[in-house]
T-cell receptor, first 117, second 119 residues
């Protein structure tokens, strides 16, 4: 059981380049999300999805795109990278259904460190 | 919008001693969930403990326990018999039950407290 797998773990980009951070989970979780972590800022929600074909914006969505074509995958796209997007990115997933759905715990990936020069 | 405040950017504790990390939150909702996550240098986010707001009893997990004061909107984490492996960033997080019913599992995080454990 791999849990939540993020790739790549490290990436260096130049300003204006595009790239995709990959996230895959093998737990059949309905909910998937992307957070960014910056020093002194905690984790902030970028985008999330409650199922295939359904996505929505979080707190800091500008500069990022997402899609959810399958239950397992939730890639995060940077269309034109900027230095302000230098951060550590976390993908997290969980169940939504269940008797005690509110107690469902987010499972996090190991994080992807992105540097934009 | 809900906010979570961790007023202690850094804390330190001697090995085998007890330490308490503070967390306060602001919400107008009556039903919600609170979490403490640990992030060691490996960067992995690990759930430490969770609390349902409708439960009066404070949650405990081995050496970790919380002091949940709903009226004061306070959710502190107590670590007893601190161990070197407890050294990490600790994040307090809030999740609305209302968002949950709408299908969202959004967590709102505090800015974190860095805990150092001295041998």
């Amino acid at each position: 059981n791999a849990g939540v797998t993020q790739t790549p773990k490290f990436q260096v980009l130049k300003t204006g380049q595009s790239m995709t951070l990959q996230c895959a989970q093998d737990m059949n979780h309905e909910y998937m999300s992307w957070y960014r972590q910056d020093p002194g800022m905690g984790l902030r929600l970028i985008h999330y999805s409650v199922g295939a074909g359904i996505t929505d914006q979080g707190e800091v969505p500008n500069g990022y795109n997402v899609s959810r074509s399958t239950t397992e995958d939730f890639p995060l796209r940077l269309l034109s990278a900027a230095p302000s997007q230098t951060s550590v990115y976390f993908c997290a997933s969980s169940y939504i259904r269940g008797i005690q759905a509110g107690a469902n715990v987010l499972t996090f990936g190991a994080g992807s460190r992105l540097t934009v020069l | 919008a809900q906010t979570v405040t961790q007023s202690q950017p850094e804390m330190s504790v001697q090995e085998a001693e007890t330490v308490t990390l503070s967390c306060t939150y602001d919400t107008s909702e009556s039903d919600y969930y609170l979490f403490w996550y640990k992030q060691p240098p490996s960067r992995q986010m690990i759930l430490v403990i969770r609390q349902e707001a409708y439960k009066q009893q404070n949650a405990t997990e081995n050496r970790f326990s919380v002091n949940f004061q709903k009226a004061a909107k306070s959710f502190s984490l107590k670590i007893s018999d601190s161990q070197l492996g407890d050294a990490a960033m600790y994040f307090c997080a809030y999740r609305s039950a209302i968002d949950l019913q709408g299908g969202s599992e959004k967590l709102v995080f505090g800015k974190g407290t860095k805990l150092t454990v001295n041998p």
